[in-house]
């Protein structure tokens, strides 16, 4: 009877495991759309939040008319778009509505079956707080959205770069927690291999691969990826002139152009390198083929999406790499997670 107990939790688990890759992949769908909708400009288009009555975008004329008219009061339209017509408004206001139509959509994909699995019981009480959790931070985050939104409702018609990060880094962070989740759901004990694994190196690369996102986020919210379109030079330069150039200095990180740019450069190659130093130590420990095979992926993502971003430069940033690399980020801290699950040590041995 218990062996039939066992192959049932089992089954509960791959299954809620496989619901919330799926919730994963929408997750990693909406980080590329809002990147799309950062990229068109298209982020302003909807100037009110209406989470329970907005799913229906305008239906007949009037309603078009209206909500142009409504963006016609705001910054973006009188000092960006100024005579903007309303097939192009309609251009713009799409993709903002599908960015937010598909976050509801991933709202009701998880609370809908996290109901059904509840009341059949396949929720246990390690799983129920996380699970819980997830979904307070999905609120969350759509209230970030819009907290975001209304930044470049005031004045500058453009958002704070400040909280688009923050906006992006939630994400990052969900999407992180359900990936780590579904995996312990599908293994919830690593693979025997030895205790010396470097399951910290692991770790810390998590948090590299996190912090560079985060200053690409610096980036795309200054539009510093316009600013110099050579590499590995800055304007002729390898350090540039401009560096530091506002005071106090500790702005310059978040709020000058050269200095966000260069410091997104020099963390990606960064990263690089110490991916290829975990890379070679990795490969030199006896490890379980499934660990190794996740070190062998995070190598190459992590070459991949440097030449992207190096691609994405070069070519002025044209919407389809930019919004590669981005995606391209997820990829990169996906697997960053892939190899840090795999290395993890027991239980008993994770004080040692």
């Known amino acids: ?24 992949a929408m997750v990693f769908a909406m980080v590329v759309l809002g990147g799309v909708t950062r990229l068109t400009h298209s982020g302003l288009s909807m100037v009110d939040w209406r989470p329970v009555t907005g ?49 509801r959509l991933i709202g009701v994909a998880f609370a809908v079956p996290l109901v059904v699995f509840a009341v ?45 990060t923050a906006h992006l880094g939630l994400a990052l962070l969900i999407y992180g927690y359900i990936i780590w989740t579904a995996m312990a759901l599908l293994a919830p004990e690593p693979l025997d291999a030895p205790r010396k694994r470097p399951w910290r190196f692991a770790a810390v690369l998590v948090v590299l691969i996190f912090v560079t996102a ?9 539009d510093a990826g316009f600013a110099y ?12 002139e401009h560096l530091f150039a506002l005071q106090p200095l500790y702005l310059n990180p978040f709020e000058d152009v050269t200095t966000v740019q260069f410091n997104h450069r020099i963390l990606a190659l960064v990263t690089l390198a110490t991916v290829f130093v975990f890379w070679v130590i990795a490969r030199r420990a006896p490890l379980p083929a499934r660990a190794l095979r996740s070190v062998d992926v995070l190598l190459f993502v992590a070459v991949a999406q440097v030449a992207l971003g190096i691609a994405t430069l070069l070519m002025i940033v044209p919407i389809s790499l930019a919004a590669a690399h981005q995606g391209g980020a997820v990829v990169l801290l996906t697997a960053a997670l892939w190899s840090a699950f795999e290395l993890r040590p027991r239980r008993e041995t994770a004080a040692e």
């Open 120 to 164: 059949r019981g396949w929720v246990d009480r390690r799983l129920a707080p996380k699970l819980v959790l997830m979904f307070i931070l999905g609120g969350l985050q759509a209230v970030l959205g819009w907290y975001m939104v209304k930044s470049g409702l005031v004045d500058r018609p453009d958002v704070s770069q400040y909280r688009l």
């Open 1 to 24: 009877m218990s062996v039939t107990i066992e192959y049932e939790r089992l089954r509960h688990h791959r299954v809620m495991a496989a619901w919330l890759l799926v919730i994963a």
């Open 55 to 103: 799913w229906l975008p305008p239906l007949t004329e009037a309603e078009w008319e209206r909500t142009f008219e409504a963006y016609r009061q705001f910054p973006e339209y009188q000092k960006e778009n100024l005579g903007m017509t309303l097939r192009e408004f309609q251009g713009i206001f799409w993709l903002e509505y599908l960015h937010r139509l598909w976050g």
């Open 229 to 240: 379109n050579t590499f590995p030079l800055m304007d002729g330069e390898l350090i540039p």
């Open 214 to 222: 985060m200053s690409g986020g610096f980036v795309a919210g200054l």
